[in-house]
Structure formats: structure tokens, C-alpha cells
């Protein structure tokens, strides 16, 4: 977790601006919401905006303890669907009071790797629970604190897969999630297109198939023109005045 000091959240009082964004990513394993993640965040912090990175599960002392029961703790096999679902939740309900509604109101723009719609997608439709239940305990979890702005980064199954293989592994070692078959992550990636038909304001498909580089630029031009008030304060560079 990153975040800077700064005089914004008086400026935004005074000047009666809207608080800065709190943007999720989300796409199923390997699609490069993580690579995403840290070239926005160096790109805002390098323009002196005030940040904090966070990820779901955990992004907490409490959510970082369910994250690791629910991916990696040896227990976690025998884990139920429907267990599995209030974890998240927990996890969720603890990111969102203690760390992201608090950023957001002194000022900070939040990023989190994945969000609520994770739940949604890969609880209610790839786990095959009560989708209406999954809908109400998200809502419950995140109460008004929705992302203004997701990402999704689509990209097709097999190509998320072979990413995945060639990533450089965590100590912990392979998530529980990552032993799905092929199936299980079609799955995700229809049902993540379909929330994002349901939901065309808030969720902004990106093909996610391009280089680093270019995904980075259409990230931005679209944080650019969504949040005008944001890029407003990145001061363009000082020109060096000859005398
Ligand atoms: N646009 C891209 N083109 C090629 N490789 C990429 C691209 N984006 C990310 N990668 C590589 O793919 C791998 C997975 O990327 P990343 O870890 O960012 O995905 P992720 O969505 O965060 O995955 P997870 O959900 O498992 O955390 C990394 O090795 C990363 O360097
Ligand atoms: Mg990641």
C-alpha cells in the first residue's frame, strides 16, 4: 500500500470538487491487473497525486489473514462455496471501512485489485451459488463505497493461462483458484462480459490481448477524460525560463 501526504482533501473543501476516484480492476488470472495496477499507480505517484493501492482479498491485518486461508492454507481444500463466499465478504466489508471509504474522504484516489465484482463472477456464476444472494451480501460488504470507474481487462482463457504459467510465483505458492480446469475460466470470462453489458457506465472493457505499453496508454486516456478533475491537478512540467 502506497499513499502521500497532501493538501487535496482542503482544496476539494474549498473548491467544492468531487472526491478523486476509487478504480478497480478486475479480469480473470493472468488477463494483467496487477502489471496495470503498478504502472498507474507509478504514473500518479511520479505526478504527485495522492494514492493508495489496495487488493481484495485482504488489504487489511484481517482481510490479509482470510486471503491466506482462502488461497493458500492447507485447510482450504475442504473449503465449502458458500464459506468461500463469506470470507470474501469479510474480507470486503473490513477493506472497505477501515482502508478505502477513509482514503477516499481525506482525499486519496483508490486503486484495488479486484472487487465486488469478483464475487459476483466467480462465486455466483463460475461456484454456481444464489446469484440474488451474492448481489445482497455484496452489497451489504460495500454499502455505498461501489468503484467509480473498473477496468476489465478481457482476454481469452487459453492466452490468461499461458501468462499465468510464465508469471514468477509468489512464495506461497499456487493459488487455489489457479488449479481450476480451462472450463472454470471461460466461465469467468463470460460472466464477467455480461456483467459488464449489465453495467456499460461503470465497467470499461479493455482488450486486454495488446502490449503493456498500450493498455497502459488507453487505461489513461480514459482515466483522463472520466476524471477531469483529477488530471487537472498533474502539473505539466515547469519549462526552464531563459533570462
Ligand atoms: N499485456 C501483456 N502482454 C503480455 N504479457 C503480459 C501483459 N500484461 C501482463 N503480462 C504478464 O502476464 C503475467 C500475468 O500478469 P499479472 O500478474 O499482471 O496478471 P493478473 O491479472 O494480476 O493475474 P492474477 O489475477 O493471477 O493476480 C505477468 O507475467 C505479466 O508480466
Ligand atoms: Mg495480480
Sequence with gaps: MREKSTTFADYQKIEFMPRLPFISFEGSEGCGKSTQIARLADRLTKAG???LVTREPGGTPIGEK???LLQFAPESVAMTPEAELLLFEASRSQLVREVIQPA?????????DRFADSTTVYQ??????DQEVVALLNSFAVGHCWPDLTFLLEIDAPTARTRMLRRVRPAAGIDRMEQEPLKFYEEVCLAYRDLAKREP???QVIDARGSIDEIEEEIWE???SRFAHLTQLISPPKR???S
Design 49 to 51: 497525486i495522492p494514492l
Design 66 to 68: 482470510i486471503r491466506h
Design 104 to 112: 477516499l474522504d481525506r482525499g486519496t484516489v483508490v486503486l484495488s
Design 124 to 129: 455466483g456464476v463460475a461456484r454456481r451459488l
Design 201 to 203: 457506465h461503470r465497467i
Design 222 to 224: 480514459i482515466i483522463s
Design 240 to 242: 526552464s525560463r531563459r
